[in-house]
T-cell receptor, first 114, second 111 residues
């Protein structure tokens, strides 16, 4: 069974631009969560999608948004990029979601904002 | 506000000895805890979990201990192997909510 895939793996953008990251969960998994990892901050929860609906949302500004498609693939979008948005963005999938199931993580997308 | 804390950014241990990684949390509603391991250029992989109804869970060389009164959990790796060198994250959750992750501890096992 293929694992969680994320595209692109690396991305360089400039301040003010917007970016879209993609995540394909493990086949059969209906929940996708997104995290931002920065040095010294660990993994910060962005949001969780289940069956195309946002189920949980972390404490990030509205510039961060996401969506999930009927095939469970998910995208996250960051508008008006700031230097502080430079981070590793990880997505994780689970069968049913919720915080009682092991999450399977993708390799992440490394975003650099110049 | 960091609800899950890993106060040791790094730890070095000799091969064959015990590695103890620590994690503290502040939210008394947390009732499910996990440890993940992360190698460079890879996503975190699940190691072991524990629910608050237990105080210990063991899986091979890995044991997680939970002290609810102290709001503290620890991961013991015995014996430590060079392949265990990675960053370890603890995570906690309460019913219906997302996981909160710690900042990670980088473990180096010296051959």
């Amino acid at each position: 069974k293929a694992g969680v895939t994320q595209t692109p793996r690396y991305l360089i953008k400039t301040r003010g631009q917007q970016v879209t990251l993609s995540c394909s969960p493990i086949s059969g998994h209906r929940s996708v969560s997104w995290y931002q990892q920065t040095p010294g901050q660990g993994l910060q929860f962005l949001f969780e999608y289940f069956s195309e609906t946002q189920r949980n949302k972390g404490n990030f500004p509205g510039r961060f948004s996401g969506r999930q498609f009927s095939n469970s693939r998910s995208e996250m979008n960051v508008s008006t990029l700031e230097l502080g948005d430079s981070a590793l963005y990880l997505c994780a999938s689970t069968v049913l979601g919720g915080a009682r199931n092991e999450q399977f993580f993708g390799p992440g997308t490394r975003l650099t904002v110049l | 506000d960091q609800q899950v804390k890993q106060n040791s950014p790094s730890l070095s241990v000799q091969e064959g000895r015990i590695s103890i990684l620590n994690c503290d949390y502040t939210n008394s509603m947390f009732d499910y805890f996990l440890w993940y391991k992360k190698y460079p250029a890879e996503g975190p992989t699940f190691l072991i979990s524990i629910s608050s109804i237990k105080d210990k869970n063991e899986d091979g060389r890995f044991t997680v201990f939970l002290n609810k009164s102290a709001k503290h959990l620890s991961l013991h790796i015995v014996p430590s192997q060079p392949g265990d060198s990675a960053v370890y994250f603890c995570a906690a959750s309460s019913p219906g909510n997302q996981f909160y992750f710690g900042t990670g501890t980088s473990l180096t096992v010296i051959p």
